[in-house]
């Protein structure tokens, strides 16, 4: 079946813009993830949506990062007046989240560029 | 919450050698413990995977360990090919209800020929 899908694969944008980042996860999964990975570096977490529960935020590493996931489906991150240190790809994962199956399934991920 | 802590950050061995990776965690009610690998310009994807009631599982040259007293997993790679050079991702999973995933930074594994 169709894995995570993510969009669009590379965004340029201009310090100071707003962008917003898509996330199609894999049907049926519960729980969708957002990391930021800096060029060479780690998986920073950001957000993770786990049903109808409220969203663990605590990653999120200023108020200018916001995120929103409707029901099980499509989730967007939203990032305002972007800065040069956002510059990163954006990882989205999704899992099924039920007893015994809590593999995560990365999309392909969004390379954000911050001129 | 969850911190992982994962070392060494980088590891070069001679293939054929083996390679170990090791990680900590700060949460004693995390209960799953993935390791993923992520090949250069790729997505991470799952290699193998640990449960909280279970201290040793092998997949071919893969294994991981775990240790629930010290809160410590490892994963150890044998006959290391350069195909394996990549770099690998622990994590740790809260509590029963808690599907919080945190990564350690990672491990650069550069398997030379």
């Known amino acids: 079946g169709a894995g995570v899908s993510q969009s669009p694969s590379n965004k340029v944008t201009e310090k100071g813009k707003d962008v917003e980042l898509r996330c199609d996860p894999i049907?049926?999964?519960?729980?969708l993830y957002w990391y930021r990975q800096r060029l060479g570096q780690g998986l920073e977490f950001l957000i993770y949506?786990?049903?109808?529960?409220?969203?663990?935020k605590s990653g999120l590493p200023s108020d200018r990062f916001s995120a929103e996931r409707t029901g099980e489906s499509v989730s967007t991150l939203t990032i305002q007046r972007t800065q040069q240190e956002d510059s990163a790809v954006y990882l989205c994962?999704?899992?099924?989240?039920?007893?015994?199956?809590?593999?995560?399934?990365f999309g392909p991920g969004t390379r954000l560029t911050v001129t | 919450g969850e911190n992982v802590e994962q070392h060494p950050s980088t590891l070069s061995v001679q293939e054929g050698d083996s390679a170990v990776i090791k990680c900590t965690y700060s949460?004693?009610?995390?209960?799953?413990f993935p390791w993923y690998k992520q090949e250069l310009g790729k997505r991470p994807q799952l290699i193998i995977d640990?449960?909280?009631?279970?201290g040793e599982k092998k997949d071919q040259r893969i294994a991981v360990t775990l240790n629930k007293t010290a809160k410590h997993f490892s994963l150890h790679i044998t006959e290391t090919q350069p195909e394996d050079s990549a770099v690998y991702f622990c994590?740790?999973?809260?509590?029963?209800?808690?599907?919080?995933?945190?990564f350690g930074a990672g491990t650069r594994l550069t398997v030379k020929p």
């Open positions: 994962a999704s899992s099924l989240a039920v007893r015994g199956s809590y593999e995560q399934y």
């Open positions: 049907s049926g999964h519960t729980a």
């Open positions: 949506f786990q049903g109808n529960s409220a969203p663990d």
């Open positions: 949460d004693s009610a995390s209960n799953y």
């Open positions: 640990i449960r909280s009631n279970v």
């Open positions: 994590a740790a999973k809260g509590g029963s209800n808690n599907n919080d995933m945190r």
